[in-house]
């Protein structure tokens, strides 16, 4: 069965600097697709990035990008330029948005 | 102008109650979906239409029914609500992809319910 893991219940990152939150899952197929959700306090549901497994490039959008690493299963987000409304819950997600991870809380310290 | 709606955001009810929660998207989207997210954040799938055909059906108690329509509508009627009821039922839609993937996720912003 496929599985998603984030193994950072919560990280903190100071204003301005770059934070990487780490997510690895588990799967036999070969093409898929990979997500990083953003659930500020709002509870609003917003896509942050995604990445086609085919794609050998790193996705990225504005300041958000992703480390992805096919053979080991890793699927990383990394924040550029933190900034204070970057504060929220963020979740990977595998594969037709079946497969959530727990989640990372991130807390931007100005 | 709002994609993906679901009524109503707030919903507290006593136990034994039966309550519906309702959803709707604009975006000419195939495939529907329905999460619940506990008290610790974890979203997990309940279910997925496609074109208004049950494709996903996760391990949820039968008091649990979705019923669709149309491809536009996904609503979600819960019987005999219990106490381990209460989380956060977040809607969604994606278009469906060649090869059966799913594109995004548009979500709705969430019923809280709340059993008492």
């Known amino acids: 069965a496929q599985t998603v893991t984030q193994s950072q219940p919560e990280m903190s990152v100071q204003e301005a600097e770059t934070v990487t939150l780490s997510c690895t899952y588990d799967?036999?197929?070969?093409?898929?697709?990979l997500f990083w959700y953003k659930q500020p306090p709002s509870r609003q549901m917003i896509l942050v990035i995604r990445?086609?497994?085919?794609?050998?490039q790193n996705a990225t959008e504005n300041r958000f990008s992703v480390n992805f690493q096919k053979a080991a299963k890793s699927f990383s987000l990394k924040i550029s330029d933190s900034q204070l409304g970057d504060a929220a819950m963020y979740f990977c997600?595998?594969?037709?948005?079946?497969?959530f991870g727990k989640g990372t809380k991130l807390s931007v310290k100005p | 102008d709002t994609a993906v709606s679901q009524t109503p955001k707030y919903l507290v009810t006593q136990m034994g109650n039966d309550k519906s929660i309702k959803c709707e998207q604009n975006?000419?989207?195939?495939?529907m979906y329905w999460y619940k997210q506990d008290s610790k954040k974890f979203l997990k799938i309940m279910f997925s239409?496609?074109?208004?055909?049950?494709?996903i059906n996760e391990t949820v108690p039968n008091r649990f029914s979705p019923k669709s329509p149309d491809k536009a509508h996904l609503n979600l009627h819960i019987n005999s609500l219990e106490l381990g009821d209460s989380a956060v039922y977040f809607c969604?839609?994606?278009?469906?992809?060649?090869?059966?993937?799913?594109?995004?996720?548009?979500f709705g912003s969430g019923t809280q319910l709340s059993v008492l």
């Open positions: 997600a595998y594969e037709g948005n079946l497969i």
């Open positions: 990445q086609e497994a085919y794609k050998q």
């Open positions: 799967t036999s197929e070969s093409d898929y697709y």
């Open positions: 975006l000419g989207h195939d495939t």
């Open positions: 969604a839609s994606s278009r469906r992809l060649q090869g059966g993937t799913n594109e995004k996720l548009f």
């Open positions: 239409y496609n074109n208004k055909e049950l494709i």
